[in-house]
């Protein structure tokens, strides 16, 4: 559809590029029986593909902005006027229309409720191993052919273990080895992302 149709874009550069290998992508399509798991790698990588070139999805989005009683809440609104990439990419990236009402700057309104809800924070989860790459690949730490690497070295020194689950459990080494680090109260943190991404960045 994309040729027929001349929607064809060329495909964007990523914003990363670490020289160990081009961008994995289709060839063909298979002529084998493929296995379940199999199917969904091949459909992913077929579906990511053609996603990247297509056009980029087209939206209007309103932020409206509420003062009650001097506590400013936001509510945001989403028009989609074209899926286009996302037409191909829909079951891993979607958008859905959030319709407003019509309003006008300055305008005064009466909230129909008003709904006071009492809770608390929560630690964060413990992280499985794609949350664990994407955290490092946010924060620069790593490479498409290193990241495997680091994630298998602190399993290694026992400063993580993984659970049944496939979570990452911090040891009492790995925890004690941070609190260490954190009472140095050194300018640089070695405990924090940042010295690690400042080294590779060198």
Same mark, same amino acid.
């Given at each position: 559809?994309?040729?027929?149709?001349?929607?064809?874009?060329?495909?964007?550069?990523?914003?990363?590029? +670490?020289?160990?290998?081009?961008?994995?992508?289709?060839?063909?399509?298979?002529?084998?029986? @493929?296995?379940?798991?199999?199917?969904?790698?091949?459909?992913?990588?077929?579906?990511? *593909?053609?996603?990247?070139?297509?056009?980029?999805?087209?939206? !209007?989005?309103?932020?409206? !902005?509420?003062?009650?009683?001097?506590?400013? *809440?936001? @509510?945001?609104?989403?028009?989609?006027?074209?899926?286009?990439?996302?037409?191909?990419?829909?079951?891993? &990236?979607?958008?859905?229309?959030?319709?407003?009402?019509?309003?006008?700057?300055?305008?005064?309104?009466?909230? +129909?409720?008003?709904?006071?809800?009492?809770?608390?924070?929560?630690?964060?989860?413990?992280?499985?191993?794609?949350?664990?790459?994407?955290?490092?690949?946010?924060?620069?730490?790593?490479? &498409?052919?290193?990241?495997?690497?680091?994630?298998?070295?602190? #399993?290694?020194?026992?400063?993580?273990?993984?659970?049944? #689950?496939?979570?990452?459990?911090?040891?009492?080494?790995?925890?004690?080895?941070?609190?260490?680090?954190?009472?140095? +109260?050194? #300018? #640089?943190?070695?405990?924090?992302?940042?010295?690690?991404?400042?080294?590779?960045?060198?």
């Amino acid at each position: 559809d994309l040729l027929d149709q001349n929607k064809f874009c060329q495909p964007k550069a990523g914003k990363n590029n +670490d020289n160990s290998h081009p961008p994995i992508h289709p060839t063909k399509l298979p002529d084998v029986q @493929l296995k379940p798991n199999e199917a969904k790698l091949y459909e992913l990588v077929s579906r990511h *593909f053609l996603a990247c070139c297509s056009a980029d999805a087209l939206g !209007d989005e309103t932020v409206v !902005d509420f003062d009650i009683a001097g506590e400013v *809440f936001t @509510l945001k609104g989403l028009m989609v006027r074209a899926l286009n990439y996302l037409e191909v990419y829909k079951p891993y &990236d979607r958008w859905i229309d959030k319709p407003l009402p019509n309003f006008a700057e300055g305008e005064t309104i009466v909230p +129909d409720t008003i709904d006071m809800h009492e809770g608390t924070t929560t630690a964060p989860p413990l992280l499985k191993e794609a949350e664990l790459i994407k955290l490092m690949d946010d924060n620069g730490i790593g490479t &498409d052919a290193t990241i495997a690497t680091h994630i298998q070295t602190i #399993q290694e020194r026992s400063y993580a273990s993984k659970t049944e #689950q496939g979570y990452f459990l911090p040891t009492t080494l790995g925890l004690a080895l941070v609190t260490s680090y954190d009472a140095m +109260d050194l #300018q #640089q943190q070695l405990s924090k992302p940042q010295l690690r991404a400042q080294m590779e960045a060198d």
